[in-house]
Structures are given as C-alpha cells and as structure tokens.
C-alpha cells in the first residue's frame, strides 16, 4: 500500500484553533486560517512583520502586561529550547476598521520550539486558545458572577506571570553567580612560560549552562608544563564547584606524579569522594621541550589533536580509559608518549567544540582536523578565534566549550 502525500502546508493551514509561526527575531513567518480570522488580520498584515508592531499594547490601559508577558515567554522558548505554556492573559486588540477602539480580548497562549538537528531554535509555534467569547457568554447569563470570576483569572494569571518573572530574575543571579565562580576557579588566559599558548572559555549561548568545563596549565621542573581539560557532567553552580575540586586536586597532583596516567590515578581515588564527579572525562598532558615529548593519558576524553608542519594531523588517541568513577576498583590508567617537533601546534578541548546531537563523533573530529588545517599557520591566539568560528554554530553553541592551544 502506498503510503499516502500529506500537504502539510495545506494541514497547517487548516488546523482548527490559532497557530502562527514566528521567526528567532519575532517576525511571523506564518498564520493559519483560525489566526488570521479570529485576529482580524489578513496574511499581508502579518507576514515579516515583528508581533508586537502587528499587536501592540493598548495605550489606553496603565496595567496593560499581555505584551510584556508574551514576549517574556517567547524569550524563554529561545534561550532554553523547551515549550512555554503561558497563564492566561489579556490581550486587547485594536479594530482595524475603527482605529483608536480596543477590544478585550483573553488568550491562553502556547509558545513551543521547532529545532534543527543541534537544537537551535529555527521557528517559534504560537498557538492561542481564545477565550474571551467564554467569558462573554457566560457574562450574558450572569454578568456579575462571571465579572467576578474574569477579574479573579486575571488576577491569577497576572499572579503566575509574576511569579515565572521571579524565577527568571533568580535564574539570571544564578548564571552571574556561577560565571564569577568560573572566572575565579579557572586560570587566567596568559601564557605559560615562555611558551606561547592560548586558552578559550566559551559558555553556552542558553541556560545556566556554566562551569561544567575546565581546563588547568601548570608549571614543572625543567622546561616542561602539564595541560590538562575536563568536563564535569551536569551544569549550574553544583557543576562549578564539582569543576573547581577536580581542578585543583588535579594540578596539585600534576606537580608530585611522576607522569599524567599517576596524576589521573590520584584524581579518580579523590573524585569517588566528590559528590557528582562521576563519570566526568578528563584528558592530561605532560610537554617536555627538552626531550621533544608528549606525554599524556585521557579519562574519557576526547583526544588532544597534534598539527604537524606539513598540515597533517595526529589524534592522541593511544591512551584511553574510562571516565573517573567508572570502575568500582582503582586499576592503573595508561599513559602514552609521541614526540614532536619545533612548531607544531597542540590542541585540548571540550567535546562541545565538535560534537553535535544526532552525529557520529568522527564527522566532528574531522571538521576540527580540516579547521586547524587550514588555520593552523597562524599563532595560537589566532588558531583559537578561528576554530571557534569555524566550528561552532552560528546561533550559538548549547554546550559549553574549553580550548587550550600550545605552539610547540
């Protein structure tokens, strides 16, 4: 049996109830039928326009808020990705037929997301349950009851929207908290030495989406330096303190282990008395220039990337084992060793950098490989910017990101 064509213009047009499909920037992109009818506006009328041009505040009410609580809920849906169902809410809205006359109007609105394949919010779904002729019916049958029971729902919906604009407000603290705590957890980004390196930081363009990556440079004797990054499974100021434990256990033991896999060992015996460090990945490195080596062992990392002068690239990949606490019984960590030569490039980092939701790891692997070589003539600052660019989406990352850079 063939399976049938579905028109699903023509579905979404037909849809029964008000749905519109606005753009990122509040631009609407679409209106079914039910829309344009119930909202008194023809597609010409709305199409590429911002909403609220489309449907202002009605200027003749002080109290007015259904603006202001709309695009509250659709800033949500863009900055955490997830559906926002909204209390119900008076909107007034201006006769086009007789400018200056505002009719009461109350919506029970749902604002939800449609994604692409790395959850970037592409268009906004606005579905509005009108329910003003509710009130109005009810209003003909016993207008003094049903004014009450109005003025009780406004009452509460205005209740509720308070109280989901406090919690945004205590959300918004708690991301200032917590990247004051990255910035005093994490090392500046300066050069180590006298060896040009450069570091990168980069949050989560939404939610508190903060310190779960980490990245350490330490000093040892002789001319040699211990990198490490790492990424703390969760988010949020819980994720940050977890963060700032594993890194400071992590580089003290970098400076009495004789090698990256005893300092890995050290830290996975201290991360099993960490509540929440399990199963965080973390990739050490030891940089000797006297000896022209590399040392290093990874705890479920992804591997550091090696650029050689001739632009072809090396993955670190010989010394994997599990994340910290994947084992229930301490068994030693490998360790391998490479060399290299003057004027190669090291590259650590975060998974957020190359992976995506719904893809094979190799494909990220492989645009951070084609990235560096194109790239990778320039200094590490440089370096650091571009694979930045060129590697993250353009509407922002939704994971977060740490790069250290180390020109050999």
């Excluded at 695009?71 to 809410?89: F, H, I, K, N, Q």
């Excluded at 994490?186 to 930081?201: D, E, K, T």
């Excluded at 440089?382 to 509407?395: K, M, N, Q, R």
Aim: hydrophobic fraction near 40%; aromatic fraction near 6%; proline fraction near 7%.
């Amino acid at each position: 049996m063939r399976e049938p064509q579905i028109d699903y213009a023509a579905v979404f047009h037909a849809l029964p109830g008000m749905v519109a499909l606005l753009t990122p920037d509040l631009l609407y992109a679409d209106a079914n039928e039910d829309f344009l009818r119930l909202a008194g506006r023809s597609r010409e009328q709305l199409l590429g326009r911002y909403i609220f041009d489309v449907f202002p505040e009605n200027p003749n009410d002080p109290a007015a808020a259904g603006m202001r609580e709309t695009r509250a809920s659709m800033l949500r849906v863009l900055e955490t990705g997830e559906r926002d169902t909204m209390a119900l809410v008076r909107y007034d809205i201006e006769d086009r037929e007789r400018p200056g006359h505002w009719a009461e109007h109350f919506w029970s609105p749902v604002n939800a997301p449609v994604t692409d394949a790395d959850g970037h919010v592409l268009l906004i779904v606005h579905r509005v349950e009108e329910v003003t002729e509710l009130i109005r019916a009810r209003g003909a049958s016993d207008s003094g009851r049903t004014r009450v029971l109005e003025a009780e729902l406004y009452t509460r919906a205005r209740e509720l929207q308070d109280i989901n604009e406090r919690l945004r407000r205590a959300h918004a603290r708690d991301r200032e908290v917590a990247l004051a705590l990255q910035e005093a957890m994490l090392p500046a980004p300066s050069p180590v030495g006298h060896h040009r390196a450069a570091v990168r930081y980069q949050p989560a363009a939404s939610s508190l989406n903060v310190c779960g990556d980490w990245y350490d440079l330490v000093d040892l004797p002789g001319d040699r330096i211990a990198v490490a990054v790492g990424d703390v499974v969760g988010h949020g100021l819980k994720a940050a303190c977890v963060m700032g434990q594993l890194r400071s256990a992590l580089s003290a033991a970098a400076r009495v282990a004789d090698g990256p896999a005893r300092a890995l060992e050290a830290l996975g015996l201290y991360a099993r008395h960490v509540d929440g460090a399990e199963s965080s990945t973390v990739v050490k490195t030891f940089i000797d220039w006297a000896a022209h080596t590399i040392v290093y062992s990874s705890a479920g990392h992804p591997p550091p990337v090696l650029l050689h002068p001739d632009g072809t690239v090396t993955l670190l990949d010989r010394a994997t084992d599990p994340p910290l606490g994947a084992r229930p019984e301490h068994v030693p960590r490998p360790e391998a060793t490479t060399p290299f030569v003057e004027g190669e490039t090291l590259v650590l980092y975060t998974d957020g950098l190359i992976e995506r939701r719904h893809e094979d790891i190799d494909l990220g692997l492989a645009r951070l490989s084609d990235a560096l070589v194109r790239h990778g003539r320039t200094g590490p600052e440089e370096l650091a910017d571009a694979l930045l660019a060129d590697l993250l989406p353009p509407a922002g990352n939704t994971d977060d990101v740490a790069l250290v850079i180390i020109r050999l």
